[in-house]
């Protein structure tokens, strides 16, 4: 069955510093998004992606944020200059028509 | 603005007894309703979906919830419980029937006895 993937499942990174996190998306799905869940607390909305544009942003997804489909497959997330904040777990999700396919997440910490 | 309020944070239950996980939402608009599951170190996988059809929804894994408008509510039942029910579930709203961006809830662990 496909499936969305994501790597690294854990990168540790130091304040200040630029990180990109990796999806692969279902290969005929359209639309792509990236959720934060920081510890104990919800699974938030960051930005919905279709037709090699942003949809929707949340109002956590500020100017440090960018997102990008590099090539038919991946879609990325870039953090320019992380904060303590930034620190979370990080999922991928795609879909093409009701439901949203998760990826296991990548998990951010930043020291 | 779209919210949801998973009432429980832990649920615990013996194999075997039902299961009742209690979800209310609050929506401007007619909502789509989910629930999500997720596995230790998973992802999250969708159990079931509400999109303004049959008020009581069949899942996968015996789940099932019923969507009561009077109630704003969207509890997650199971009537049997099994060892691999142990996760955590996801009570989730979108505004649109084809769920762009997802509202979610807290989260509540269903942790199983045997």
Redesign the interface.
């Known amino acids: 069955e496909p499936?969305?993937t994501q790597t690294p499942s854990h990168q540790v990174t130091q304040m200040g510093q630029e990180v990109i996190l990796r999806c692969v998306p279902i290969s005929n799905h359209l639309?792509f998004?990236w959720?934060r869940q920081i510890l104990g607390?919800?699974?938030?909305?960051l930005v919905?992606f279709y037709n090699n544009e942003i949809?929707?942003k949340?109002e956590i997804f500020d100017d440090q944020f960018s997102v990008e489909r590099p090539d038919g497959s991946n879609f990325t997330l870039k953090i320019r200059s992380t904060k303590l904040e930034d620190s979370a777990m990080y999922?991928c999700?795609s879909?093409t028509?009701?439901?949203?396919?998760?990826?296991?997440?990548t998990r951010l910490t930043v020291t | 603005a779209q919210s949801v309020t998973q009432l429980d944070s832990h649920v615990s239950v013996s194999e075997g007894t039902p299961v009742l996980l209690r979800c209310n939402y609050s929506s401007s608009y007619s909502p789509s309703l989910f629930w999500y599951v997720q596995h230790p170190n998973k992802g999250l996988q969708l159990l079931l979906k509400y999109t303004s059809a049959a008020t009581l929804v069949k899942g996968i894994n015996g789940f099932e919830a019923e969507f009561k408008k009077s109630e704003t509510s969207f509890h997650l039942t199971k009537p049997s419980a099994h060892m691999s029910d142990a996760a955590e579930y996801f009570c989730v709203v979108s505004e649109t029937e084809y769920g762009n961006k997802l509202v979610f809830g807290a989260g509540t662990i269903l942790r199983v006895k045997s």
């Open positions: 499936e969305v639309y998004y959720y607390q919800k699974v938030e909305f919905s949809s929707e949340s999922f999700a879909r028509s009701y439901e949203q396919y998760f990826g296991p997440g």
